[in-house]
């Protein structure tokens, strides 16, 4: 059923709620019950005694149903029993007689925006250890998904919202309820925060859906219920962080617990493996009764169990760290280590994070390696780039070094070849010109001792000799300039032409016969 909400204006408070007016007005009290004969009060400490001169007459009763009646516009008689209404800090629930054995009940339950639980009182109360504390706002920093459980009344919101205050100021929560339980923009003013609430016109599941299209850091669901704890895990599963709160009496249970909410036959396995994969851990607030320093019998409160959920290797694993109120181990699986090192969290259980000297080390030596690793790749580069440059530098030298050696080789080898060539064609020359010159004054020097020889048997007609002796005289004219005396070559020439003066006196004996020119 839903509930309907109203105010009271304060000048009405009294006259509203008569003699109950001092309970609702008592910060200390959380619960105001009435069973159609006494009024019972639960306070902050769990302490439920019978109000002391507190009567409640029929006609009390009636009125204040019917005042809460028509401030929410509801009816409320036999065919409607039962009748939820609520203001921002208090949720009224009564019972019509008709179904409670002819007396008419109802329960004030009281949320006030403030957080009662404090470390000094938690501590001394007896409702956690340091440790205990220390471990479950390590939780907080790292961003890990909560199921706060435990049976109705134990205080579930209460202590979800004392933790919850660790969440930093610039993380958006959105919170989604059914009852103003969380007050969490006035609990922790400042931070960004937007709270939905469940009705008629908006369900959980719609509530979740619609949650998630708001950008949210964290989602706080007041509690898992039914099946809407399926989107929830959705939720969960996108990388939004949550805390919400389930009743049972053991951690170990929540599995199950939620198999059993969203009650789907067919996916029983899917389910259980989410739970293992995106609830990271579960804390179960007990209360028992025990014996105070005076003697008395009170009902105190305290965190009872705290497990950490894990799926690894497609196996899910529940790691208890507490038990009955103690720490039972500090140490934890690697996987749930790792969650909290990501986030500078070393020493889960302590205030101070100090990193071990191991880790030190091995970050130190990390850090050096990476650095080493940077610097030698930026050396090597360096190195590469330099001996590139160098090798490019000393490649295009020695190219430029072999080009002008080429260049070099290449006049040289031209003027070797210029010089080769112009010695040669000198010596062409000179031989072409000494040959020449040996040739015809050798062949001078044969036509003389042929001109000169008188063998009738070698010799020649007269116009051969003549013949000759013309290319004799032009060669010779040719070489003039190479005859070094030419007075000899003047004789020569007299001298010829006096034999030939001479050979024509005498004549020449052709086959032993003589003839005369």
Known sequence: MSQSGFEIREEDRSAYFGPLFPFVEDDDITDIDFNGREVWITDCRSHRYIAENCQLSEEFVEGFSKRIANAVSRPFHKLSPVLEAETDTLRVTIVHESVCQGKRTFCIRKSLPRVRLTEENAISSGYASREILTLLKNCIRARMNIVFAGNPGVGKTECAKFFS?????????????????????????????????????????????????????????SEARSEEVRYLLEGFSTGVRGITTLHTDDVRKIPDRIVNMIGDGKAEERVENDVYSFIDLAVLIRRKEVRNDAGFHENRRYIDQICFFSREDHENHIYMVVEDGRVITEELPEVIRKRFENEGIFSPFSEEQTEPAGSEDIRAEDIWNENSKTEDIGAEDIWNENSKTEDIGAEDIWNENSRIENIWNENSKTEDIKAEDIWNENSKTEDIRADDIWNENSRIENIRTEDFKVDNSKSERLTDLLTINNKVYFKTLDFEEETKNREDELELRERIADELSRVAERGVTYGGKREYF
């Open 165 to 221: 205050s660790y969440i930093p100021e610039n993380a958006r929560v959105i919170t989604i309820e059914d009852n103003p339980e969380w007050h969490y923009s006035s609990v922790n003013p400042g931070k960004d925060c937007v709270e939905m609430k469940v009705g008629e016109s908006m369900d959980y599941t719609k509530a979740i859906k619609t949650c998630l299209r708001l950008n949210p850091s964290w989602m706080f669901l």
